[in-house]
Structures are given as C-alpha cells and as structure tokens.
Nanobody, 122 residues
Framework: QVQLAESGGGLVQAGGSLRLSCAASGSFNTIYTMAWYHQAPGKQRELVATISRGGDTNYADSVKGRFTISRDNAKNTVYLQMNSLKPEDTAVYYC????????????????WGQGTPVTVSS
C-alpha cells in the first residue's frame, strides 16, 4: 500500500558528503513523522534523525552538526544531507514513515524502505 524508495547512497571518502532521498508512493492519506535509521554490519538498527510533518527535527548525538534532515511534503519525500562523513557512518540507511491509509481512518501505520548502503573510506 505504501512504498518508500531510497536513493543517494554510495562510496565516499572521509570528510565527504552525500545526500539521501526517500520518496513515498501508494495509497495513503497523510504522512506524519519521517525518519532515517542506519544499521552497521553486526549491529542493531539505530535512529539517525526524525522530522515531523511541521518540520520539527531531532538527531542522534553522533550526527548532530553534520547531518540535516528535511522534507518536501508536496513531493512526499524526505532527505538526509550528510556532511563531514566518518568511517563510523558506514551503514545501510533506511527510511521510515508513519502514515494514515485511505479507508483505514485515523490508524497510523509504519513503513520501511529497502535501505541504501553508505560506505565511508578512511
């Protein structure tokens, strides 16, 4: 019913930048909070940043001052601008969205994208 398609991952040298995008499509009414998570090899998935529909943001301490989350509600898209990348940022990055669906009333559903890999070389 809802698909999240991430893009923008890749290989970058330490100190470099990448911009991730995640576009939502499908039969939904409203997208509320959107977020980016990452999962490094052998580790649990961790929250990187969140953004409310109104634009309020929160960040993990490890990325504050380096990453910026933003969204375009007209395009149903969330972005993650990653600057000053470090090798420890290497992970698969996942997009997450909380949405209401057509014909399902106010119930909020949570969806995940398939992930986009980010590798930062030292």
């Amino acid at each position: 019913q809802v698909q999240l398609a991430e893009s923008g991952g890749g290989l970058v040298q330490a100190g470099g930048s990448l911009r991730l995008s995640c576009a939502a499509s499908g039969s939904f009414n409203t997208i509320y909070t959107m977020a980016w998570y990452h999962q490094a090899p052998g580790k649990q998935r961790e929250l990187v940043a969140t953004i409310s529909r109104g634009g309020d943001t929160n960040y993990a301490d490890s990325v504050k001052g380096r990453f910026t989350i933003s969204r375009d509600n007209a395009k149903n898209t969330v972005y993650l601008q990653m600057n000053s990348l470090k090798p420890e940022d290497t992970a698969v990055y996942y997009c997450n969205a909380n949405v209401t669906l057509r014909n399902w009333g106010p119930r909020v559903f949570r969806y995940w994208g398939q992930g986009t890999p980010v590798t930062v070389s030292s």
